[in-house]
């Protein structure tokens, strides 16, 4: 049985025992594994205190691959994020960041990119995870890492396509429309006119929460969204595509997202 040492970061805990839990961890070397801390729970623990939520540990354990449950053999605190104690928006940002990766994160996938991102994304939402734009500006740097860059381009309108509405005889034109229409499982913007006919589940998006799209997508850090003035009703229309979004590519509950959203906008 061999002993492995990694970075890791808590994704999840399940207690066993009135002593004993099993910690399901992102590591930065052997992707999502589970590791079974017996006595973690004892006041003498040389555990207590060396990992928490959110939080990036150093651990070492027995390698039990090929015959269960690893075994944790010990754990040292690297970087405590503090923030996340005491900003309870920013926890409730990095609950659902959190979610994804656990969510989407393979067991004993070597994704050391996968740890560095969430690592990042982490540190982020310590200084900006209490604002709800955001978790916009994770979904859509999340997204990218996982090949499903949103798609916001709508050619119809950019090569200035007429489209004959059937049945009334009413002719669209460039800057007419008076909605984009955002499908999750086309990745993005769908040509009205198509979504109908076709019967396509898609979300209604004003031209205005399309730009903050476009603009938000190209943003390096979470700085430059929050500095953008914006209508809160085009936020709302953005997290409910964001949602969707996220159910149907990560199969993620709509739950999740939709209870960090709204701890992030109470007062």
């Known amino acids: 049985m061999s002993i492995l040492k990694t970075s890791a970061i808590p994704l999840y805990f399940t207690d066993v025992s009135n002593t004993s839990r099993i910690v399901t961890w992102l590591t930065?070397?052997?992707?999502?594994?589970?590791?079974?801390?017996?006595?973690?729970?004892?006041?003498?623990s040389l555990f207590r205190g060396q990992y928490d939520l959110f939080s990036t540990s150093e651990l070492v354990f027995y390698d039990r691959t090929e015959r269960g449950m690893h075994i944790a053999k010990e754990c040292s605190m690297l970087q405590r994020r503090p923030a996340f104690?005491?900003?309870?928006?920013?926890?409730?940002?990095?609950?659902?960041?959190?979610?994804?990766?656990a969510k989407t994160s393979l067991r004993h996938g070597h994704e050391p990119e996968r740890f560095e991102?969430?690592?990042?994304?982490?540190?982020?939402?310590e200084e900006y995870g209490g604002h709800p734009a955001?978790?916009?500006?994770?979904?859509?740097?999340?997204?990218?890492?996982?090949?499903?860059?949103?798609?916001?381009?709508?050619?119809?309108?950019?090569?200035?396509?007429?489209?004959?509405?059937?049945?009334?005889?009413?002719q669209e034109t460039e800057g007419r429309r008076q909605a984009y229409r955002f499908a999750a499982d086309h990745g993005g913007l769908v040509e009205p006119g198509y979504a109908s006919r076709h019967r396509i589940p898609a979300t209604p998006l004003?031209?205005?929460?399309?730009?903050?799209?476009?603009?938000?997508?190209?943003?390096?850090?979470?700085?430059e969204v929050l500095n953008t003035s914006f209508n809160p009703?085009?936020?709302?229309?953005?997290?409910?595509?964001?949602?969707?979004?996220?159910?149907y590519h990560y199969d993620l509950p709509p739950h999740v997202r939709q209870t960090a959203s709204a701890t992030l906008r109470a007062a």
Not at 150 to 170: F, I, K, P, T
Not at 206 to 223: F, G, R
Not at 233 to 246: D, M, P, T
């Open 28 to 44: 930065a070397d052997y992707g999502k594994l589970s590791t079974i801390i017996k006595g973690e729970q004892r006041k003498n």
């Open 85 to 101: 104690r005491t900003d309870w928006r920013a926890c409730a940002g990095a609950g659902y960041i959190s979610a994804l990766f």
């Open 117 to 125: 991102l969430f690592e990042e994304m982490l540190s982020y939402a």
């Open 134 to 170: 955001f978790l916009i500006w994770f979904d859509l740097q999340f997204a990218d890492f996982m090949g499903h860059r949103l798609q916001l381009e709508d050619r119809s309108q950019e090569s200035g396509v007429r489209s004959q509405e059937a049945g009334n005889g009413r």
């Open 206 to 223: 004003a031209p205005e929460a399309v730009a903050l799209l476009k603009t938000w997508q190209q943003a390096d850090s979470p700085e």
């Open 233 to 247: 009703a085009y936020l709302a229309q953005i997290e409910r595509v964001l949602g969707k979004f996220a159910e």
